[in-house]
């Protein structure tokens, strides 16, 4: 097996050693070859044994065997990879007729308001579709260490509006203000980073900031250099919305995890948060949230602008 999911398997007596020398290890996954050639994949925790003058005696080392759940992981990922590629194409084509029909309707004599609405409302619906079919392919992409950064470049600055003038359009009942701190409105913000990417992750924060703020109101976007260290930017995406209880604060980056105070009406699959962390991780930046249920939340990203990094590593697989 060799594939990003797979760890270069420990010499158990690394692992003996290390809990002799009183290091205490916790789920280490690890491959195991058997003798005939076939492989499992453990998790191993140990830990020393003390007597009661405190000397070590001993090591207790645990396994689990976590083959068959890794492999259904691998299902998941394999199906899920097929599923959303076979959901693009058609999803593509959709959109594609619907954006001609809204141009037939301005450029000849105008549809009826009925055909027009439902023509808008194709236009809308399968572009929160292909957004979501692309989580899941970034997803499967992540999952089989296949997403790569496209690195060069860039003017943050002329990201971030950007993005706000794209989210715009659909915001009906929200302002969003960009908010620079410390920058005059056509100052450059100049950094190396994938602008698609960072583009993915404002969209993303801002259409989080729409969604669970069902009262409307203001959504301020905003970017600052660090003070303490002018070759990193501050981005913040503010609202406020429902907020997150706060038990669950350190839970949202998770995949999958949506919070308990949803209405039911508030979609959504809980992969873009997920995804808004690898990128930003992968940006070597950091990604965390500030929020009072009720009362709203931040979002803040610190995004290294320097070129000299080293990104698109893989990271191993938590
Ligand atoms: P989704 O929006 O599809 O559920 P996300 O990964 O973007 O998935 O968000 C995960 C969860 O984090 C959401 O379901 C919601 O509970 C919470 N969340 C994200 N952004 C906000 C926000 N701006 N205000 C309140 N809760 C939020």
Not at 2 to 8: A, E, I, L, S, Y
Not at 43 to 65: K, M, R, Y
Not at 187 to 208: A, K, T
Request: a negative charge; charged letters at 25%; glycine letters at 6%.
């Amino acid at each position: 097996m060799n594939d990003v999911h797979d760890r270069q398997a420990l010499p158990w007596n690394f692992v003996v050693i290390n809990a002799l020398f009183g290091k205490t290890t916790s789920s280490q996954e690890t491959v195991v070859v058997k003798p005939d050639g076939s492989t499992l994949i453990m998790l191993s925790s140990s830990a020393p044994l003390h007597n009661e003058e405190g000397f070590i005696t001993g090591a207790v080392i645990v396994f689990q065997d976590i083959t068959a759940q890794k492999m259904l992981e691998r299902q998941k990922n394999a199906f899920l990879s097929l599923a959303s590629h076979e959901l693009r194409t058609p999803i593509t084509a959709i959109m594609g007729f619907a954006e001609i029909l809204q141009l037939k309707d301005v450029q000849e004599e105008g549809l009826d308001p009925i055909s027009q609405r439902a023509i808008t409302q194709i236009v809308a619906q399968s572009d929160q579709l292909a957004r979501l079919i692309d989580e899941m392919l970034d997803l499967t992409r992540l999952e089989n260490a296949q997403l790569s950064l496209d690195c060069a470049l860039h003017d943050l600055h002329a990201t971030l509006k950007e993005a706000i003038e794209s989210q715009k359009i659909t915001a009906r009942d929200h302002s969003i203000r960009l908010a620079s701190k410390g920058l005059a409105a056509t100052d450059r913000v100049i950094g190396y980073f994938d602008e698609q990417r960072v583009m993915q992750i404002m969209n993303n924060l801002i259409s989080n900031a729409i969604k669970y703020s069902p009262n409307g109101g203001e959504i301020e976007v905003g970017l600052q250099r660090t003070p303490e260290n002018p070759d990193e930017a501050l981005i913040w995406v503010r609202d406020h919305g429902i907020g997150i209880p706060r038990n669950e604060v350190h839970l949202i980056f998770q995949r999958f995890h949506r919070a308990s105070n949803l209405d039911k009406s508030m979609s959504g699959l809980g992969m873009g948060l997920y995804l808004v962390k690898e990128l930003v991780t992968r940006h070597e930046g950091h990604v965390w949230v500030e929020s009072t249920e009720g009362e709203g939340s931040t979002f803040y990203v610190l995004l290294p602008l320097k070129k000299e990094r080293h990104l698109n590593r893989i990271s191993a697989k938590r």
